[in-house]
Each structure stands twice: as structure tokens, then as C-alpha cells.
């Protein structure tokens, strides 16, 4: 059975702080990963792709570690707006994609 | 990306019955995906929506239960037919654009009483 596991959380953070996210996978074939951000009552939006080498988009960055298995997402300098739930998801090959159930993350003033 | 949209946005339905959900994209698109989120839950595929065939259902989806239609590259319909409450979830269609990487339509929220 191929599983994505994450930590549900939630995280509560104060504004400003630095937030990171872990999640693995267990299928070693899977072809590529990324973050999905969903709001409440929301459809699941695409926040970023993962490479192997990394890759950062301002605030945010994602790391993967195919030995291991395991992808990360850093969020820098939180913002209220970054309240969300975010998805771990794997694509396992023929556009076949495998959810992670989310980490709830609560940024406060 | 594209701009995908659903219909009905949300409906109220009696057990029994069935609703046709669309899905319809402003392009044209190879790849179509019918999704579910249960409550408190995940994303769960449901089918893949082929062009000129039949869908391609996961394990535990039926084609009885969850009939696909997908006429051409832009629009895709899901129905759920036989509803029971246990039908209750948040219906979501998605296309790919690009190589592996997938885009949502807003959902259609389903309630069976």
C-alpha cells in the first residue's frame, strides 16, 4: 500500500517565526513530490514543486531526500495569511497522485 | 494554469437519488482526475477521466457507482449515483497541465440526507 504520512498537527506559531513541515513517503519509486496548500472549505492549491536539489520560492522551501524518503516544506518569517493546511503529495507515476492527510498550520498575531 | 470550474458548487440530496457533477476547463486538456475528500480526510482518486474510452477507476470506485463521461478535452462530468449518506463529501476534479504536476477545480460539496 503506498502511504503519505504526515504530522496532522496543528502548529501554532506567532507571526515572524520559522515553521518547518515533515512528511514521508513509501513507495521509492515515486516520480515527484510537491506541496499543496489547502484552505478551509477550499480546493487543494499548488505551492510548489520539490526537487531533489532543493528549491526555494521566498519564503518557502522544500527539500527531498529520495534515500530517506522524506520532504520537507520551511516557511520563513510566518504570516497570518500562511494559515492553512498543507499537503504532502507524491506522484507515484501515470499522473497517479498519493495525498498526505495534511499538517494544520495556525499562525497568530 | 487554467481556470476549472464545477457545477453545482454544493447540493443537498436524498438517499437514493443521483447527482451529475461537471467539470469544465478553459483549455484543452489530455488528463482529467476525479477526486474525493471526505471529512476530516484527504484527497482520494477516484477515476481517471479518458477521452474517448472509459475512465480508469481505483481500487474500491466502481463504475456502476461513480459513472464518468468525458466528451471532449475540456469537460467532464462525475456521477454519484445511489447516494446514501456515506456519500457525503467534497467532490473535486483536476487536470494536469503540466508533466505530473495537477490543478483543482473549487469543489462540489455534497450532503445526502
Known amino acids: 500500500r503506498k502511504e503519505v504520512e504526515q504530522d496532522p498537527g496543528p502548529f501554532n506559531v506567532p507571526e515572524g517565526a520559522t515553521v518547518a513541515f515533515n512528511c514521508t513517503y513509501s513507495?521509492?519509486?515515486?516520480?515527484?513530490f510537491f506541496w499543496y496548500r489547502q484552505d478551509c472549505r477550499k480546493e487543494p492549491k499548488l505551492l510548489m514543486s520539490v526537487y531533489s536539489s532543493g528549491n526555494e520560492d521566498g519564503r518557502f522551501t522544500a527539500q527531498l531526500n529520495r534515500a530517506s524518503q522524506y520532504i520537507s516544506l520551511l516557511i520563513r518569517d510566518s504570516k497570518l495569511s500562511d494559515s492553512a493546511t498543507y499537503l504532502c503529495v507524491v506522484n507515484e507515476g501515470y499522473s497517479t497522485l498519493t495525498f498526505g492527510k495534511g499538517t494544520m498550520l495556525l499562525v497568530s498575531p | 494554469s487554467a481556470v476549472i470550474s464545477q457545477k453545482p458548487s454544493r447540493d443537498i440530496c436524498q438517499r437514493g437519488t443521483s447527482l451529475t457533477i461537471q467539470c469544465q476547463v478553459d483549455s484543452q486538456v489530455t488528463m482529467m482526475f476525479w477526486y474525493r475528500q471526505q471529512p476530516g480526510q484527504s484527497l482520494t482518486l477516484i477515476a481517471t477521466?479518458?477521452?474517448?474510452?472509459?475512465?480508469?477507476?481505483e481500487s474500491g470506485f466502481v463504475i456502476d457507482k461513480f459513472p464518468i463521461s468525458r466528451p471532449n478535452l475540456t469537460f467532464s462530468t462525475l456521477t454519484v449515483s445511489n447516494m446514501s449518506p456515506e456519500d457525503s463529501s467534497i467532490y473535486l476534479c483536476?487536470?494536469?497541465?503540466?508533466?505530473?504536476?495537477?490543478?483543482f477545480g473549487p469543489g462540489t460539496r455534497l450532503l445526502v440526507l
Open positions: 513507495n521509492s519509486a515515486s516520480q515527484s
Open positions: 477521466a479518458n477521452q474517448g474510452s472509459e475512465a480508469t477507476y
Open positions: 483536476s487536470v494536469e497541465l503540466v508533466r505530473q504536476t495537477q490543478y
